[in-house]
């Protein structure tokens, strides 16, 4: 028997099919999932996915719906800004409505998109379709059906108006051990839900909590704790899993902001993210996922989103890499009277040696005519070392070498916070910037570290490491160029790249561990530097692109907060409800 045959029109919204438009899809029944089969929809590309994993059915009168196949997770909302967190997988088969948008597998991974309409063309032919929503015990091919609906005494009635009684319970052929099905005691609460209400219920008072099954995949993303403007240490334990839409999700972020430039200095490429250095990669995830949690991250951003961009611009006009901009996050939040008990001051936290040093290079940069606490009122003191000695806390003439404040206390530096020096570059963003850019540039264009592959990371740690104090007549096995020469004779140059991650040994700074730094040839400090600064400029780039994309140093982060950027998953604040916690909110 011939009817009318209906196609569906919908359009993919994220990942790597987004750009294709809207797309029309032979009807009635239309199978969607990686690898459906004729006639199907396969999403390429998408993670999560079963190969048959949702249906999608067109009736007359412009009528269609959607059921999971078997008891794979469907989630669906009235329009696509929505936090699918929130929403509950479908039971069973659900009403369509234009406009209508649907996410196919678990939160964090899978596909979105959205349903357009259906659309009348040509006719088919009744008794040649298949039940798409049951499957054998075990998979394999698609039970065959006289009709999706039945064939006989009413059924063409029943296929053309479906009651919502029908679409809410699951057709015939289903296999009721595979799909949960709703009980007759919810059935008034799910009469004739569709997308144009499903939401609306989830958020008033939990309608559907008694009756969808929970299947939150992961631990909600986002900010949840008043928490610290950054964490020294990423607490990685290789035995606990990161969560997996985190950890998934930043591989297109360390990409961006790694990967890339590594591979443009040095000419190696790395097609699979298999063979990066994993284990960097894994602190960073963990790293992310400590700062994430912390509202006094997004407020101290919000805060300094002029001065990241400048910075920004700075390292791009010189040709540095982007993750560069959150080294004076780390070192001093962006204080420019900021000081450390070594007497390390300012934005990027430059040492006093500083001073001489960058002058000699040319740079407009000075640190001079110093005083010290309980010094005489006339005592003035101007660096001439272009490096730091060895053993800072011991041999410095501006710390107090005694034990009676501990080195992290900032009274350990003599040279008074506020006003200290006459002349003091290392409070001006500009200049500081400029010593920052001449200085970090040095490792990241030495030839040496640039064919290593890790050139981003090995130049972020130099920053605190040192790059190399030979130069200056003082040198130190732990500056990064040295470090890296004496690892790598011991390695294939092929696991050259990896040489940060393997060096990744301490657990944390204590003194106790410094002996022998683990078995890492840099500092435990050192250690524990670049992923940190990483792992936070991969959560500016998502703040500053969701909130302040129309400056121009910040556009090009918005394509990370879109469609299948890595920004999408992370519950990232907007700047409304940062300051309103900023205000006790």
Not at 15 to 40: D, H, I, K, W, Y
Request: net charge neutral.
């Amino acid at each position: 028997m011939a009817q009318e045959r209906w196609d569906v029109v919908l359009e993919v919204l994220d990942g790597p099919m987004a750009s294709m438009g809207e797309q029309t899809l032979r009807g009635p029944v239309v199978r969607l999932g990686s690898n459906p089969g004729p006639g199907g929809f396969k999403f390429n590309g998408y993670r999560g996915l079963d190969a048959r994993h949702a249906v999608i059915s067109a009736y007359a009168e412009g009528e269609a719906t959607i059921a999971p196949v078997g008891s794979n997770q469907v989630r669906m909302a009235p329009h696509p800004h929505v936090r699918w967190k929130d929403i509950d997988p479908m039971p069973g088969p659900e009403y369509l409505s234009e406009g209508c948008a649907i996410h196919l597998g678990p939160v964090g991974r899978g596909a979105t998109f959205q349903f357009k309409r259906i659309e009348r063309l040509g006719v088919w032919q009744q008794g040649q379709l298949a039940s798409e929503v049951a499957l054998p015990d075990g998979g394999g091919e698609v039970q065959q059906t006289e009709a999706i609906r039945g064939v006989g005494s009413g059924a063409e009635t029943h296929a053309r108006h479906p009651s919502a009684a029908a679409i809410n319970a699951p057709p015939a052929a289903i296999d009721a051990r595979r799909v949960r099905r709703v009980g007759t005691g919810n059935s008034k609460v799910f009469a004739g839900v569709g997308c144009l209400t499903i939401t609306t219920m989830a958020c008033a008072g939990g309608i559907l909590a008694g009756v969808f099954i929970n299947q939150r995949d992961v631990e909600e993303l986002g900010p949840k704790e008043e928490g610290e403007p950054f964490y020294e240490f990423a607490r990685f334990d290789p035995e606990e899993e990161i969560n997996p839409v985190l950890y998934s999700g930043l591989e297109q972020a360390f990409s961006a902001f790694v990967m890339e430039d590594n591979e443009a200095v040095s000419g190696r490429r790395f097609p699979k993210s298999e063979n990066w250095d994993r284990r960097f990669y894994d602190y960073t995830a963990r790293s992310v996922e400590m700062h994430l949690r912390s509202w006094s991250v997004f407020r101290r951003l919000d805060d300094v989103r002029d001065d990241y961009a400048f910075v920004l611009k700075a390292l791009r006009r010189e040709g540095l890499p982007d993750a560069i901009a959150a080294v004076p996050y780390l070192e001093s939040r962006y204080r420019a009277e900021e000081q450390s008990g070594a007497c390390a001051k300012g934005y990027w936290q430059w040492m006093p040696e500083s001073g001489p040093r960058f002058t000699a290079a040319g740079l407009d940069f000075k640190v001079a005519e110093c005083t010290f606490r309980n010094a005489p009122a006339d005592f003035k003191w101007s660096p001439t070392a272009y490096t730091p000695p060895k053993g800072v806390f011991k041999n410095a003439a501006y710390v107090d070498t005694s034990d009676a404040v501990s080195k992290y206390d900032e009274k350990k530096c003599r040279i008074p916070k506020s006003r200290g020096c006459k002349y003091d570059s290392r409070t001006d963003l500009g200049k500081s910037t400029a010593a920052a850019i001449f200085a970090i540039g040095e490792a990241y264009r030495d030839p040496t570290i640039k064919k290593s592959g890790a050139a981003v990371q090995i130049a972020i740690a130099s920053h605190h490491g040192g790059y190399d104090d030979s130069q200056f007549g003082v040198p130190k096995s732990f500056n990064l160029l040295p470090a890296y020469q004496t690892w790598s004779k011991k390695k294939d140059q092929s696991e050259h790249h990896k040489f940060y991650g393997e060096n990744l040994l301490c657990e944390d700074n204590e003194s106790e561990k410094r002996k022998g730094f683990c078995g890492s040839t840099i500092a435990p400090g050192t250690q524990h530097y670049a992923y940190t600064v990483v792992a936070e400029h991969m959560l500016a780039a998502c703040y500053y692109g969701l909130n302040y994309s129309s400056m121009p140093e910040f556009k090009d982060y918005a394509r990370f907060t879109r469609g299948d950027g890595y920004c999408v998953k992370l519950g990232i604040p907007g700047s409304d409800e940062v300051r309103a916690k900023g205000k006790g909110g």
